[in-house]
């Protein structure tokens, strides 16, 4: 396995990954063509800010697994042509959020005490203690736009100084709020309430210019502090708004366009504090956001769940092992429904029962998606299976009952096509060992491995010796047979058997032509 890193990490990340055996590749700043050849050949690749993530990227590298973010920000990804390809895309979010609070913090007194203008002057050799007068946060008010994980944690360091924290954020609960001792409100609220406001929202459709002369106005006063992302911000309108005493100053650590342009109107303010995007620029957090991408690396490669995939189910670390045998009987059980169903698929139902329905099942689901989808020929993985069956409008249904009469756990797979249905049950016995244990209400005890026919019949004598002598007249040896009847003898019987070859459709055709012989179907496993 190959890893391409198109931006500088720390070296921690890179050897973590050539220790796992696999080949590492540096190639920065390259861009374009020359990025498209670089990743055709890898299979997983690892970014900061500084590659663009495109769908081209993805189009250009077939054997694509993982791009992992070193660091939190990925609006560089196109995640969702990440996910049309089954690329799995994660970031570092945990590896450097203290840093960037800590620069937060340390860019609120900056802009507050007029740290870096006093002490411009005094190397000058003037000093101008008289020209500064700068305001304390205890007592003031905090308002946080964003209040995810840097913005939690930069709460939680200014409320410990003596601040009120209020904040905007519509997709966090007033219950984590309280935890943090902060007051939800309104956006303009915050606004209007903030001494110093801090921004903590990546850059999308929806947040870009978030910010801008009105919103400034609404403030009135006090100080704004951006080391999220450029362009939440507007920059003109907060450089006008600064210079023209509509606030107190601001502190800004990410721009629009970076490097940031000389020309840019907020190096020409003197009271606009201004950093190139240090906010993650500590050794510890380098290497932490290093290691941490290298390790998501490496669990992607071994099909081990992906902590921080943004795009792919994910599970608990210490829940994985609970689940991964059912990963791939979910697979074996989707891929016989969809094998054993006749016709386009209208719905699948994945059903939990027993101890299994305890647990966070999401790439369970995943795994039987991609199973039924997979004799279809789609172009399918855990990642992207279902944006697949939402494009094609297959519905799919997910139920748990913690009450099982028969199995510890039980995994089904339901296919559906109109009226028409198609249902597999699997479970694992001791060792986790893998069986299919009801097809369509047969009870039966079938090992799910390589070829297999399922034979569905009357229940008459002689028919499972006619099945046996056909196969061997065309040289298809059984490996294993497991049978099933649903009611009392002379009514329908259900037959799979294991094979250690291929059956031609001729040898198909054959037992079709027995009258006694219901159905007759292959399935590749």
Not at 85 to 98: D, F, K, L, S, T
Not at 184 to 209: I, K, N, W, Y
Not at 283 to 291: D, G, L, Y
């Amino acid at each position: 396995m190959k890893v391409l890193v198109t931006d500088p990490i720390a070296d921690a990340g890179l050897d973590r990954l050539r220790e796992a055996g696999y080949e590492v590749e540096t190639a920065y700043d390259v861009e374009g063509d020359a990025l498209l050849e670089a990743v055709s050949d890898a299979n997983g690749l690892i970014v900061r800010s500084g590659t663009q993530v495109t769908a081209e990227v993805f189009e250009a590298a077939p054997d694509l697994v993982i791009v992992g973010r070193a660091g939190i920000g990925v609006d560089n990804i196109d995640i969702d042509a990440a996910t049309q390809h089954g690329v799995i895309v994660a970031n570092a979010p945990e590896g450097n959020v203290r840093a960037a609070a800590e620069h937060t913090v340390a860019m609120g007194f900056a802009a507050a005490r007029s740290i870096p203008q006093a002490h411009a002057r005094l190397k000058d050799g003037e000093w101008a203690k008289s020209d500064y007068l700068g305001n304390e946060v205890n007592g003031k008010t905090l308002g946080v736009v964003g209040l995810g994980r840097v913005g939690q944690e930069v709460a939680k360091k200014f409320s410990s100084l003596g601040m009120d924290i209020v904040a905007y954020d519509p997709y966090i609960g007033e219950e984590r709020a309280d935890q943090l001792g902060a007051e939800l409100v309104e956006f303009d609220a915050c606004l209007a309430r903030a001494d110093f406001l801090t921004v903590h929202t990546p850059l999308t459709p929806e947040t870009e210019g978030l910010i801008s002369t009105d919103e400034l106005e609404t403030m009135g006063s006090g100080y704004l502090i951006n080391c999220a992302r450029g362009g939440v911000v507007a920059e003109a309108a907060l450089a006008e708004a600064v210079d023209a005493d509509v606030i107190d100053g601001a502190a800004v650590d990410v721009f629009a366009d970076e490097p940031v342009s000389p020309d840019n109107p907020l190096l020409s303010v003197d009271d606009v504090v201004v950093t190139p995007h240090l906010g993650a620029s500590t050794s510890a957090a380098q290497e932490n956001v290093a290691v941490s991408t290298a390790d998501q690396i490496v669990a992607a490669f071994r099909d081990e769940p992906v902590i921080n995939a943004l795009n792919a189910p994910s599970v608990d670390e210490s829940a994985f092992p609970r689940i991964q045998p059912y990963i791939g009987l979910a697979e074996t059980a989707g891929k016989i429904a969809a094998q054993l169903l006749d016709g386009r698929l209208g719905e699948v139902e994945v059903t939990y029962t027993g101890d299994i329905a305890a647990e966070d099942i999401e790439l369970v689901t995943a795994s039987a998606l991609k199973g039924v989808f997979a004799p279809l020929e789609w172009q399918v993985n855990a990642v992207n299976a279902p944006q697949v069956a939402k494009e094609r409008g297959i519905e799919v249904v997910e139920s748990k009952s913690r009450q099982s009469d028969d199995f510890q756990s039980l995994v089904t797979v339901t296919v559906r096509n109109g009226d028409e249905e198609m249902t597999v049950s699997g479970t694992l016995f001791t060792g986790e060992d893998p069986r299919i244990v009801r097809i369509n209400g047969y009870r039966l005890d079938a090992i799910p491995h390589g070829q297999m026919l399922v034979a569905r019949n009357y229940d008459k004598p002689g028919v499972i010796g006619f099945i046996g002598t056909v196969l061997g007249e065309n040289d298809v040896n059984i490996a294993g047979m497991f049978n099933a009847r649903r009611a009392k003898a002379g009514g329908e019987a259900l037959t799979v058997y294991n094979l250690d070859d291929d059956v031609p459709d001729s040898v198909r055709e054959k037992l079709l032509a027995d009258d006694r012989i219901i159905d007759v179907d292959l399935i590749t496993l």
